[in-house]
């Protein structure tokens, strides 16, 4: 298969890249999974269902996550030291709480259980979300040739809204910036944006597969199989790597 590769900008004051939660806490990885940029992706093109042929085809092509963090020049000799990441923002959700569950209305707005009925008690559900505050990513994206100009196209007039992980994740900066027919082009053109931006530099990278001895390996289950009602996933091998 030919394949391209898509530079995507993810930038936003918050972000949220779930790969195992579930109920009432919803954690955040500290980089983009790729379930997440695939959603993002088939959210672009107005792909909605299941979509397990599209799926397949991308399933196995690579990933590579670049995370960029603020220097600051040091007060006398000019140098350049990291700031500090700001830790992830906690967001409290109380869902379904204060509502009269004798109103008609209101009582649309308490949570049911999964037969209809009222739950016991007030039905309110407690959940903790997690976010990162004022991250910057650059992603390569691996896809086939062909479809390159259509993911372009869709990210540049996205069908559905996207979002970098939740909804209310807006980003803040143009998402596509250009299609390269290697990966080192593609991570060479995020570089100068970075640049561009000021006081920007890498924090670490997130590879695909086991590609460094000197990295961390992780196994997350973040290759979409099937989205829709019933999502389902696989398992990948990633390895992080600090610029320190």
Same mark, same amino acid.
């Given at each position: 298969?030919?394949?391209?590769?898509?530079?995507?900008?993810?930038?936003? !004051?918050?972000?949220?890249?779930?790969?195992?939660?579930?109920? &009432?806490?919803? $954690? =955040?990885l500290y980089f983009p999974t790729k379930s997440g940029v695939t959603g993002l992706l088939l959210c672009a093109l107005g792909a909605s269902g299941e979509q397990k042929d599209l799926l397949a085809r991308l399933a196995d092509l690579r990933q590579t996550v670049v995370s960029y963090m603020r220097v600051k020049?040091?007060?006398?000799?000019?140098?350049?030291?990291?700031?500090?990441?700001? !830790?992830l923002l906690m967001d409290?959700?109380?869902?379904?709480? &204060?509502?009269? $569950? =004798?109103?008609?209305?209101?009582?649309?707005?308490?949570?049911?259980?999964?037969d209809g009925k009222?739950?016991?008690?007030?039905?309110?559900?407690?959940?903790?979300?997690?976010?990162?505050?004022?991250?910057?990513?650059?992603?390569?994206?691996?896809?086939?040739?062909?479809?390159?100009?259509v993911f372009a196209e869709a990210l540049q007039n996205p069908v559905y809204d996207v979002y970098l992980g939740r909804k209310n994740c807006v980003p803040t900066d143009f998402m596509y910036r250009g299609t390269f027919?290697?990966?080192?082009?593609?991570?060479?053109?995020?570089?100068?944006?970075?640049q561009e931006k000021d006081f920007l530099v890498e924090d670490f990278r997130v590879l695909h597969g086991e590609q460094s001895d000197d990295g961390y390996v992780m196994t997350l289950n973040d290759i979409p199989v099937q989205f829709g009602e019933i999502k389902r996933?696989?398992?990948?091998?990633?390895t992080v790597i600090s610029n320190e």
């Open positions: 298969m030919n394949t391209s590769f898509l530079l995507l900008w993810l930038e936003a !004051p918050l972000q949220s890249w779930g790969a195992d939660s579930k109920f &009432g806490r919803r $954690d =955040s020049k040091g007060k006398e000799d000019g140098s350049m030291e990291k700031v500090g990441k700001e !830790p409290f959700h109380m869902i379904g709480s &204060g509502y009269d $569950d =004798s109103n008609p209305w209101e009582t649309l707005l308490i949570p049911k259980k999964s009222k739950p016991v008690g007030t039905g309110t559900k407690m959940t903790y979300r997690y976010y990162l505050q004022d991250a910057k990513f650059a992603v390569v994206l691996e896809v086939p040739s062909e479809l390159a100009a027919g290697s990966e080192n082009l593609a991570l060479s053109k995020a570089s100068e944006i970075a996933y696989r398992d990948r091998r990633v």
